[in-house]
């Protein structure tokens, strides 16, 4: 079986070739010192610092962020992240678990990441899973305004109440319908 480490590392390279064979001018990957610093220095509207240190310091911890590519010719990319997110992925009960998503760029119109940020986290997860036999993607604390959102992804209020999930076999498919309606 792969380390946790070498599937992250595969899950940005295939999620990074969707990108190119599509040409969406975004890159993936890790979030870096340098983005992890601009994070926790009120970028945003998520206690990033917290959140990083919380989560983002786990050995589990899977952590995405994506950057609007400025110019194909010569390659460049803008050094603040366009959008963030960090995960967990429980070896004991097969999950990934999504504790933080912000999108910086919700509000300019014609980025290739605006409404599509929890989208390509969930693209995350799923080639992830599919590689670890997950069976189970989690959201912690959703944001109020947003559950309905999710639910249309498939995800369900547990009973404790601060933690939404769905099956894999569902977020497949509530994904693959998503997608093929945005004719990507």
């Known amino acids: ?20 064979q599509r040409g ?16 926790t220095r009120a970028y945003g509207d998520i206690n990033w610092e917290y959140y990083i240190t919380e989560v983002g310091n ?9 950057k609007f590519v400025k110019s194909r010719e010569p390659f460049q990319v803008e050094s603040v992240p366009a959008g963030a997110a960090l995960s967990t992925y429980d ?3 097969k999950s990934f678990n999504i504790y933080v998503l912000e999108n910086f760029v919700k509000d300019t119109e014609n980025h290739p990441l605006r409404r599509k940020m929890l989208l390509y986290t969930l693209y ?16 912690h604390e959703p944001v ?10 498939g995800f369900e209020l ?27």
């Not at 786990?58 to 994506?66: A, T």
């Not at 109020?144 to 992804?153: G, P």
């Not at 994904?175 to 093929?180: A, H, I, L, P, Q």
Request: glycine share 2%.
């Open 1 to 20: 079986m792969l380390s946790l480490k070498h599937v992250a590392q595969l899950t940005y390279n295939i999620l990074q070739l969707y990108m190119n």
């Open 24 to 39: 969406i001018d975004l890159v993936v990957g890790p979030i870096s010192d340098n983005d992890a610093n601009m994070l």
């Open 58 to 66: 786990r050995d589990n911890c899977f952590s995405l962020c994506i």
């Open 91 to 93: 070896l004991n009960d």
């Open 124 to 139: 995350t997860a799923l080639i992830f899973m599919n590689m670890v036999d997950g069976e189970i993607v989690r959201i």
């Open 144 to 153: 109020e305004d947003k559950i309905a959102y999710y639910c249309s992804f």
């Open 158 to 184: 547990e009973r404790c109440g601060y933690v939404m999930s769905c099956d894999i076999q569902t977020l497949i498919e509530k994904v693959k319908s998503r997608s093929e309606s945005l004719a990507l």
